[in-house]
């Protein structure tokens, strides 16, 4: 039950369609639209917006497709997704997403005529990202490949006026076009305030957390981009078609003595640049292709690309520690002897190293330790067990127990395999799971499927495999709970965010949230889920009658729910839908956004309660 990343299937695909395709240009405006978006990208120039945005809403609605495309979605969720019916209810004090109920909003779209498949296209995304679900999403292979780039990225700071009141402003944090807007105040955007825009973005337009907070921080730039393997300033880099072609800024500069008014045009690029740019994807994305299409299966970075890939470690610097290994483990120069691990993936090839720098910290006689996990978007589980595993070695369980949904078709899958003794690594086959808390194998399908309703009977993550543990063996660490201390931007999603919540639930390590919106309390991780699948995956393995979404729209879901326990083992709450907000909060100002070294010292007075939070 791996789950491993496969940002890689993207440009395969790409590969694929660019072989497969004719390319056939008709003579009609959406055509030469088209051709100028693609000469543009042959001259390695900026797409213009208006361009591309006649070309993307050229190719015509084709009912047809649409019904099959919603069928196939509603099919999917309805039976498979694991939140599907929790999604309608109110959200948990603390988190700010609306209702949702796919099937009469997926019904509703049934029935409307849209300008274009692209107008489709995006009605049925924005239905989906409503779910606030970093895992489940629908990603269009043609129309998605666009990057939406203002040159510029911001941050957020909280200040203190004259009347000591606290209060929270946009800032620029770097303009690449013209530096000299550097550190500017933003006072408006697009004629708004500029606080509120942002929180307006956060709100509507991003998706992959339910809290507010968590949003306005990826809405902005994170303070550590060089660690960062995705750049989270969605504001300002954007990978769906702005609403217009360009956005004004209201700015005020320390140098200048008025404020100004910056019109910044989107540059827009394809894909990974400039290469690649096929009109022939658009053109067939309106026809009914299912092969060529393979699995985006086990991914749990899926949603967010590694298009924005950039290092901007020039404006960056740790001048508060000594660096031990490369943008990963520190000791902070203060007296504390304490180190900082960054925890920014989980990828099992990491686990040998996660080791050593441990027992780097405790050669070094490291008395106290943070856990930086911001800017994580997850990775394997197992990496979360194992990391659990390797600081807090002798309690069991080591992983929260997990449902899966049941219906009349996994239930014969479930009792088929059972009857064969089948030991495929298959989502579906019980052989592979083990029982929560004590971890025994299953001897009945009515084990396994229990006495919940449209749930399994509470099922344990723990996967690790021999090589695991292996490494495992003969690791002793000095440190309890309370020397060790997790600092995220909010932005610790998925097995970052399981690793995250069980360490705090389960083994009372503190929590420190950076950044987010004055006064709210915040949370550490986003969208801890369980697992992401693909329709396809589902499909195949219990034998369903629709193999996959039709057309280009490439669908992934949450399939299995994590729960927190309580002292008796006993599964309580859906952790995707309960706020667990942070024991401190800090927030960023001019110094510790380009600097993470002075959060970590800030972080090092609480872990050593010189300071309270
Ligand atoms: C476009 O840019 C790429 C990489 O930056 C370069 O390899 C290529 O030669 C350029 N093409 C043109 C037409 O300038
Ligand atoms: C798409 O393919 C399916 C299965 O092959 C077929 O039933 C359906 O009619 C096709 N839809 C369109 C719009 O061509
Ligand atoms: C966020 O959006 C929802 C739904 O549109 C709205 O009801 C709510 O007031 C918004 N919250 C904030 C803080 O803007
Ligand atoms: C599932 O199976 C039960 C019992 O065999 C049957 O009564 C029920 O209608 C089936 N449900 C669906 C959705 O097929
Ligand atoms: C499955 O395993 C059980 C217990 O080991 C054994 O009794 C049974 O014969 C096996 N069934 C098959 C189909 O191999
Ligand atoms: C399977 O049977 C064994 C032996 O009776 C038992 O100890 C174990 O708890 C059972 N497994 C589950 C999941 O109940
Ligand atoms: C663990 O320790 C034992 C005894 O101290 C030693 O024999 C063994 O090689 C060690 N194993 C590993 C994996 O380091
Ligand atoms: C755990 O079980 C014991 C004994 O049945 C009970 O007294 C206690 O209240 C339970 N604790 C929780 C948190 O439910």
């Known amino acids: 039950m791996k789950i491993i990343q496969v940002h890689s299937k993207l440009n395969v695909y790409l590969i694929l369609f660019v072989t497969l395709l004719v390319i056939v240009l008709p003579p009609s405006t959406a055509a030469i639209s088209c051709s100028k978006v693609s000469s543009a990208l042959k001259k390695n120039k900026s797409v213009d917006y208006n361009d591309l945005k006649k070309c993307l809403e050229s190719f015509p609605f084709n009912a047809k497709l649409a019904t099959e495309t919603v069928d196939a979605v509603l099919h999917f969720l309805s039976n498979y997704y694991v939140f599907y019916d929790r999604a309608r209810e109110d959200p948990p004090s603390g988190f700010t997403y609306q209702p949702v109920d796919l099937k009469n909003e997926l019904d509703s779209i049934r029935k409307k005529k849209f300008k274009s498949d692209y107008d489709f296209t995006i009605t049925l995304r924005n239905i989906i990202f409503k779910l606030k679900d970093g895992h489940t999403s629908i990603f269009n292979l043609c129309y998605q490949r666009f990057n939406y780039d203002q040159g510029l990225s911001l941050y957020s700071v909280v200040t203190t006026d004259k009347k000591k009141k606290k209060k929270q402003i946009i800032k620029v944090l770097k303009d690449s076009v013209d530096s000299s807007n550097n550190n500017c105040e933003v006072i408006e955007i697009g004629g708004k305030p500029a606080l509120q825009a942002i929180i307006?973005?956060?709100?509507d337009?991003?998706?992959?957390?339910?809290?507010?907070?968590?949003?306005f921080n990826m809405a902005l730039a994170p303070s550590k981009s060089q660690f960062l393997r995705e750049l989270f300033q969605q504001f300002t880099l954007r990978e769906d078609l702005p609403e217009t072609s360009s956005i004004k800024y209201k700015l005020t500069c320390p140098k200048k003595k008025k404020p100004f008014i910056l019109e910044r045009k989107w540059k827009i690029t394809y894909h990974d640049g400039f290469d690649g740019f096929s009109y022939?994807?658009?053109?067939?994305n309106n026809e009914n292709i299912s092969n060529g299409k393979t699995s985006r299966d086990k991914i749990t970075k899926s949603t967010l690309s590694n298009k924005f890939k950039t290092s901007n470690s020039e404006d960056l610097k740790i001048a508060h520690a000594k660096e031990l290994a490369a943008g990963s483990l520190y000791l902070l120069n203060d007296k504390s002897k304490t180190g900082v691990v960054v925890v920014d993936?989980?990828?099992s090839s990491d686990e040998d190293s996660y080791k050593d720098y441990f027992q780097e910290?405790?050669?070094h006689g490291t008395k106290k330790i943070i856990l930086d996990m911001s800017n994580n978007n997850g990775g394997t589980i197992t990496v979360a067990i194992f990391l659990t595993s390797l600081l807090f070695s002798s309690k069991q369980p080591n992983a929260f127990p997990t449902d899966i949904i049941l219906n009349n078709l996994t239930i014969s899958k479930i009792e088929n395999s059972f009857k064969t003794n089948s030991t495929v690594d298959d989502l579906y086959n019980p052989n592979v799971y083990l029982s929560f808390p004590f971890g025994n194998h299953f001897n009945s399908s009515s084990e396994f499927i229990g006495t919940q309703k449209k749930r399994t009977s509470n099922l344990y993550f723990d996967a690790l495999t021999s090589d695991e543990k292996e490494l495992l063996k003969n690791v002793s660490f000095p440190w309890t709970s309370d020397d060790i201390i997790i600092i995220t931007n909010g932005f610790c999603a998925s097995a970052c965010a399981l690793i995250s919540l069980f360490l705090s639930e389960i083994h009372k390590v503190r929590t420190i949230a950076v950044g987010g919106l004055?006064?709210?309390?915040?949370?550490?991780?986003?969208?801890?889920?369980g697992q992401i699948i693909s329709p396809d995956t589902v499909s195949s393995s219990v034998g369903d009658k629709i193999a996959d979404v039709p057309g280009k729209n490439v669908l992934s879901f949450t399939v299995r729910e994590a729960y927190d326990f309580d002292q008796n083992y006993t599964a309580k709450d859906v952790l995707e839908y309960s706020y667990k907000p942070a024991d401190c909060r800090l927030y960023y100002d001019e110094k510790?956004?380009?600097?993470?070294?002075?959060?970590?010292l800030e972080a090092s007075k609480i872990l050593n309660n010189e300071v309270k939070c």
Do not use: H
């Open 200 to 203: 307006d973005f956060a709100n």
């Open 205 to 215: 337009t991003i998706q992959y957390s339910k809290d507010l907070s968590v949003r």
């Open 280 to 284: 022939s994807c658009l053109e067939q």
């Open 345 to 347: 993936e989980e990828q």
């Open 361 to 363: 910290l405790k050669k």
């Open 518 to 529: 004055l006064n709210d309390q915040m949370s550490f991780s986003t969208y801890p889920g």
């Open 592 to 600: 510790n956004v380009k600097d993470p070294s002075l959060l970590w």
